[in-house]
């Protein structure tokens, strides 16, 4: 027995080196490659670096400077003027247009997009607000039912609704979800689709019955239900 395993042993053992000599033999054939390898990724990693550092970063400052104006325009309704700058200060258009890349550019995207939908104008605001893109879960479910919203303006419902259950479902919690839930039941109930409406009501009834929405529910799912049984 202890034969049989002393063979066993000395088989993986040669089996080991079979392969150490085969990587050896590989190493040595394709140094030259191995290492303009290993030097294009040490170039790709430390480029990337320096961009961040030297490139990225201050145009970020710069950025952040210039977008407070912007929003502080926002917050006082001033819509064109935040949009379009006063002047001296950049409004969201410029922002996105020179640092377009950065964290500040990419929410001037969302900001503009919510501008244009004030404004009345709806495709621009559909544009901005797609190309906008956050981690942060609740401020995407506000950019979703934006769009949900130009949707509705430009009488696309299906689109409106598409936007609107995307929203709602963008993370879970007791403001976004039952408000567009609500739009969604809404839009529902406009093309004629009291069943799924009642779904979505019934929903925030029971998810969300701590919402704002779920105040009235009861009449809206009533109101729904009854419609049903006229058709």
């Known amino acids: 027995m202890s034969k049989e395993k002393n063979l ?53 400052k710069t950025a952040q400077s210039e977008i407070f104006w912007a929003e502080n325009y926002f917050g006082k309704d001033s819509v064109k003027l935040a949009l379009n700058g006063d002047g001296t200060h950049s409004g969201f258009l410029d922002i996105i247009d020179s640092y377009g890349m950065t964290k500040s550019g990419n929410l001037a995207k969302y900001y503009a997009g919510l501008c244009y939908l004030k404004l009345g104008q709806f495709e621009e605001a559909i544009d901005n607000l797609k190309k906008f893109d956050s981690d942060d879960q609740f401020v995407n479910a ?61 929903r925030i009834q029971k998810e969300y019955h701590k919402s704002y929405e779920s105040r009235e529910i009861e009449k809206y799912i009533a109101r729904a239900k009854g419609l049903m049984g006229e058709k």
């Open 8 to 60: 066993k042993g000395d088989k993986n053992i040669g089996a080991v080196e079979e392969v150490l000599s085969k990587s050896e033999h590989f190493i040595e054939k394709n140094q030259k490659t191995i290492m303009y390898v290993i030097g294009a990724i040490i170039l790709v990693v430390g480029g990337y670096m320096a961009y961040n550092k030297f490139y990225m970063g201050p145009k970020e």
């Open 142 to 202: 506000m950019a979703l039912g934006a769009i949900g919203d130009s949707y509705m303006e430009l009488n696309d419902t299906d689109n409106a609704l598409k936007y609107y259950l995307k929203a709602a479902n963008n993370g879970d919690n007791a403001f976004t979800s039952p408000l567009f839930l609500m739009k969604a039941g809404s839009t529902y109930e406009l093309s004629g689709n009291y069943t799924e409406a009642v779904k979505l009501y019934e």
